[in-house]
């Protein structure tokens, strides 16, 4: 690293709190490595106390751009000049790119989790979903996969404050898409059941069955899965979440939340350079199954 910083390496990086753990840097650097591109790649442990005069020095400073993790993702959005349409729909911004001292915020979120599915191979537009969990992750594939052409989708989340705010969104994605978005309480299990019994695919985006509670599992049981299904987790740890585990000894596809998490960043790096991550190498690197 100490020979690629010059006098001329542009800035990148995230903000958040906490952000030690980060896998973003490994990628990203090794990226701009592996292409010649003279950028870097830091991380910065900043709340939402001091994200105003982190953002404004940031901006000052001409950093490219950067990303933003729990918890600054919305009120990044507040602080952006410019915004995605599903930025501006979700309130959420992981990414902001400036151009010349203008922020336009964005959220690769959910095309990270897009191109995930495509790549497992499962393109999702014109299909049936049914979305467990209404948190920041669950709304940015809710708002992606509904701006990107999917015909249903049914959102279940446990009766909470989440609730509201999600039928709120699911609101404008019926004015502003042709997607039919409906909320569901996710304590109802008949209508669970009903609505997986007819969907394409099965989207898990709650925390239920991240490690370490790996034992939990977000439907009650395997009767509500069958072979057709698509079945999928966006959690990454443990690869195979108790609810994968079911859904592989019913015979459904299923794929897991690592290759959202490599494809969300793929999304910030084209955003800042304009040039593709090379992500075959950054699979073999930190992303083994
Ligand atoms: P979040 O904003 O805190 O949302 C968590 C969601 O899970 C909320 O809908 C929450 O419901 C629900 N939930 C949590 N515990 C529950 C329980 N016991 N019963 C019912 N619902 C429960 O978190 P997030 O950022 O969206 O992350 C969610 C998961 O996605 C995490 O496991 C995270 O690791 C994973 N993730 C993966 C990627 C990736 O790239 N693969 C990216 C981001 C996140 P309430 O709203 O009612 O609390």
Same mark, same amino acid.
Request: net charge negative; proline share 4%.
């Given at each position: 690293?100490?020979?690629?910083?010059?006098?001329?390496?542009?800035?990148?990086?995230?903000?958040?709190?906490?952000?030690?753990?980060?896998?973003?840097?490994?990628?990203?650097?090794?990226?701009?490595?592996?292409?010649?591109l003279d950028y870097a790649?830091?991380?910065?442990?900043?709340?939402?106390?001091?994200?105003?005069?982190?953002?404004?020095?940031?901006?000052?400073?001409?950093?490219?751009?950067?990303?933003?993790?729990?918890?600054?993702?919305?009120?990044?959005?507040?602080?952006?000049?410019?915004?995605?349409?599903?930025?501006?729909?979700?309130?959420?911004?992981?990414?902001?790119?400036?151009?010349?001292?203008?922020?336009?915020?964005?959220?690769?979120?959910?095309?990270?989790?897009?191109?995930?599915?495509?790549?497992?191979?499962?393109?999702?537009?014109?299909?049936?979903?049914?979305? +467990?969990?209404?948190?920041? %992750?669950?709304?940015? /594939? @809710?708002?992606? &996969?509904?701006?990107? $052409? =999917?015909?249903?989708?049914?959102?279940?989340?446990?009766?909470?404050p989440t609730f509201d705010?999600?039928?709120?969104?699911?609101?404008?994605?019926?004015?502003?898409?042709?997607?039919?978005?409906?909320?569901?309480?996710?304590?109802?299990?008949?209508? +669970?059941?009903?609505?997986? %019994?007819?969907?394409? /695919? @099965?989207?898990? &985006?709650?925390?239920? $069955? =991240?490690?370490?509670?790996?034992?939990?599992?977000p439907i009650p049981d395997?009767?509500?899965?069958?072979?057709?299904?698509?079945?999928?987790?966006?959690?990454?740890?443990?690869?195979?979440?108790?609810?994968?585990?079911?859904?592989?000894?019913?015979?459904?596809?299923?794929?897991?939340?690592?290759?959202?998490? @490599?494809?969300?960043?793929?999304?910030?790096?084209?955003?800042?350079?304009?040039?593709?991550?090379?992500?075959?190498?950054?699979?073999?690197?930190?992303?083994?199954?």
């Open positions: 690293m100490s020979d690629r910083i010059t006098g001329t390496t542009v800035l990148t990086g995230l903000l958040g709190s906490p952000v030690a753990h980060s896998i973003s840097p490994l990628m990203h650097n090794a990226s701009f490595a592996a292409l010649g790649y830091l991380c910065f442990d900043v709340g939402t106390d001091r994200l105003k005069e982190a953002v404004e020095g940031l901006r000052a400073m001409g950093a490219r751009g950067w990303n933003l993790t729990m918890p600054d993702k919305n009120l990044m959005c507040q602080l952006a000049d410019k915004l995605s349409p599903a930025s501006e729909i979700s309130g959420a911004v992981n990414t902001i790119v400036n151009d010349d001292g203008v922020l336009t915020g964005y959220t690769t979120d959910g095309t990270g989790y897009m191109r995930a599915a495509e790549e497992a191979g499962f393109p999702l537009p014109g299909k049936v979903m049914t979305l +467990l969990g209404g948190g920041g %992750a669950a709304t940015a /594939i @809710l708002v992606q &996969a509904a701006l990107d $052409g =999917m015909k249903e989708i049914r959102v279940f989340n446990r009766k909470s705010r999600l039928s709120a969104i699911a609101g404008q994605l019926n004015r502003r898409t042709d997607c039919l978005v409906t909320v569901h309480p996710l304590e109802d299990t008949e209508d +669970l059941r009903a609505s997986i %019994a007819d969907s394409d /695919i @099965l989207t898990n &985006a709650t925390n239920i $069955g =991240m490690a370490p509670h790996t034992d939990a599992c395997a009767s509500f899965l069958r072979p057709e299904l698509i079945v999928s987790d966006i959690i990454y740890n443990p690869r195979q979440t108790k609810l994968l585990q079911m859904a592989k000894e019913t015979g459904c596809p299923f794929f897991n939340g690592l290759y959202m998490l @490599l494809y969300q960043g793929a999304a910030s790096f084209e955003l800042w350079t304009g040039r593709e991550m090379p992500v075959e190498l950054i699979k073999e690197k930190y992303f083994a199954e």
